[in-house]
């Protein structure tokens, strides 16, 4: 799990479970794409939430999970 703190205290993140992260403040958890499938059972992750793209299809839901996270730490993470 990548932590970026922010100067001014705010820590930004990709949310998984590796620690609680109640234990750094009060928290802000929002959504970063939707991950859901076509009529065909392809599955794409939506990041328009993030003005990101769409990505896929994917055959499987934890391919278009991983390239979700892939995504959004190289393009949204450190976004100032």
């Not at 994917?58 to 391919?63: K, M």
Request: aromatic letters at 8%.
């Amino acid at each position: 799990m990548q932590l970026v703190i922010k100067p001014n205290g705010i820590v930004r993140c990709v949310y998984d479970e590796t620690i609680d992260l109640r234990q750094l403040g009060q928290l802000s958890v929002q959504r970063g794409s939707t991950v859901e499938p076509d009529d065909a059972g392809n599955w794409f992750a939506d990041l328009a939430i993030v003005d990101g793209p769409t990505l896929g299809p994917f055959a499987h839901r934890s391919e278009a999970l991983a390239a979700e996270r892939q995504w959004l730490e190289c393009h949204w993470l450190t976004r100032p």
